[in-house]
């Protein structure tokens, strides 16, 4: 039991410091996942003196880690955003990825003596842009929609093929039917992913749960089982997981507001977990030897690999040069490579060890070099959107279940076209009204009269019946104001 309680006490501790190393970054400029990083290199052995060498334990938990960060990258991705992005969200995430494999481990034979097979497999180990870091770092980047979407699509999917593509070369299963396995993998984990995300969504939005805080953890729940799902079935697992969190994420739940805010805090913590492991176990006494390796790997992939596969995967898009020197930048490296290099480790493949040290190394560096700079490229290239821009209304629900009604909240954010309308002018459908709005802090009963302001916090019933027509009525006053149905304006989320 002393054990115990010194293990929760560290890890509260190591909770805590990570969370204030977020705003520490924030204002120094940094990636955190640095920070957190650093923070298992102080606990490990070179530090308070922690051994934790077990690369089967670490690879597992990173796996484990990274579905949860998936299923918050899932959850938290708007369809309306990353729509227009999918077909080359997909071609970076497969094509890309092959040709990003294929150009570093070739760069590697030649540049650092690797066999062909363990260029290859380096090239497949750094070729995934990782879902946490683009998650954190990206969207503190505000770039045009279709530029975010194509990179959350992007690191969201090519987990599952850089995953496959990795395991192959570590066991050297390399026969002419292993592009069939990756068909079937990537094919059969996204159906079942989409499969499980409805079906999850549809038995929540009937399910009358005891509690608020159930919806969250059932939601999460679905997307780890999909994962499970995904596994069990010979397919991509991680595939499963991210798509079954976009179904989730854009399907009509109650207490969406809470369930994307609980996901976002298990995505954290994921991450904070992950990162810290991560550097609990590297050694950085071998780091040294690594060096030279990672900044040759490094400079082939940042100035030759990435290009060259943004290049040929935005090809059939006509994609602006701007856009397609932003993506070769921001394709940004994280926990997930590390957590790749285990897999050959783990199967005792020579000197992967070595791999191991060298990834570590890399992502520091690449972390460094593009997480610090994202801002200043994308201002520099002439993408940076204002801050000021207005973001649209919150909206969410909760059923009534034995009324069969919905309590439907929202919150007008400013720059919102809701701001100076009438609530007259709102018409909502029969079957739905504003009960309560509360303005700085005080909540009153409207009338027909009252004139809604920004920051105004408003709280409409409704019937299960006018739900859907209600809130698409609120979005379509929000974008285009009280003439909204004139302009043309449905208030779709999609």
């Excluded at 066991?171 to 996204?190: F, I, K, R």
Aim: aromatic share 6%.
């Amino acid at each position: 039991m002393d054990g115990l309680t010194t293990a929760l006490g560290i890890g509260a501790v190591v909770l805590l410091v990570s969370v204030i190393a977020v705003r520490v970054s924030t204002r120094l400029g940094l990636p955190s996942l640095l920070l957190y990083l650093g923070i298992g290199v102080l606990l490990g052995e070179s530090g308070l003196g922690i051994r934790f060498d077990d690369a089967q334990l670490t690879q597992a938990l990173g796996i484990s880690a990274l579905v949860l960060i998936l299923s918050e990258g899932g959850l938290t991705t708007r369809w309306s955003d990353v729509r227009p992005a999918l077909g080359l969200g997909v071609v970076l995430s497969t094509v890309g990825v092959g040709v990003s494999i294929a150009v570093t481990g070739t760069a590697l034979h030649f540049l650092l003596g690797l066999d062909w097979r363990v260029g290859l497999l380096w090239g497949a180990v750094l070729s995934s842009t990782d879902a946490a870091a683009v998650f954190s770092v990206l969207r503190s980047v505000r770039v045009g929609k279709r530029l975010a979407g194509t990179l959350e699509l992007e690191s969201g999917l090519n987990d599952a093929p850089v995953f496959i593509a990795v395991v192959l070369l570590a066991s050297g299963d390399l026969s002419w039917t292993a592009p069939l396995l990756l068909v079937y993998e990537l094919g059969v984990g996204a159906v079942l992913g989409c499969a499980l995300g409805w079906i999850g969504a549809a038995a929540l939005r009937r399910a009358a749960l005891p509690a608020t805080g159930l919806y969250p953890l059932a939601t999460v729940a679905v997307c780890v089982l999909a994962y499970a799902a995904g596994d069990l079935a010979h397919a991509s697992g991680l595939l499963a997981t991210y798509t079954a969190g976009l179904m989730l994420g854009n399907a009509k739940l109650p207490h969406r507001s809470d369930t994307l805010s609980f996901a976002e805090g298990l995505g954290w913590l994921a991450q904070i977990g992950l990162f810290v492991l991560l550097g609990l176990f590297a050694a950085p006494g071998r780091l040294l030897h690594a060096v030279v390796p990672a900044l040759v790997a490094g400079a082939v992939l940042l100035l030759l690999a990435r290009p060259l596969s943004v290049l040929l995967s935005a090809l059939p898009f006509r994609m602006p040069w701007r856009e397609q020197a932003f993506l070769s930048w921001s394709g940004l490296r994280g926990a997930v490579p590390i957590v790749l290099a285990l897999v050959p480790l783990t199967r005792g493949v020579p000197d992967a060890q070595h791999l191991v040290d060298v990834v570590f190394v890399l992502v520091i560096v690449l972390t460094l070099v593009q997480g610090s700079t994202l801002p200043l490229a994308a201002r520099w290239l002439g993408l940076a959107r204002p801050t000021s821009e207005p973001r649209e209304i919150e909206v969410d629900s909760a059923p009534l279940d034995e009324l069969g009604a919905n309590l439907v909240q929202v919150r007008i954010q400013p720059g919102s076209r809701l701001h100076g309308v009438y609530l007259s002018e709102l018409r909502l459908p029969t079957g739905a009204t504003v009960s309560l709005v509360v303005r700085e802090g005080a909540g009153f009963t409207p009338k027909a009269t009252t004139r809604l302001q920004e920051r105004d916090q408003l709280l409409v019933v409704t019937t299960e019946a006018a739900r859907t027509a209600t809130e698409q009525r609120i979005r379509a006053v929000d974008r285009a104001g009280r003439y909204a149905r004139w302009k043309g304006e449905s208030g779709s989320a999609d």
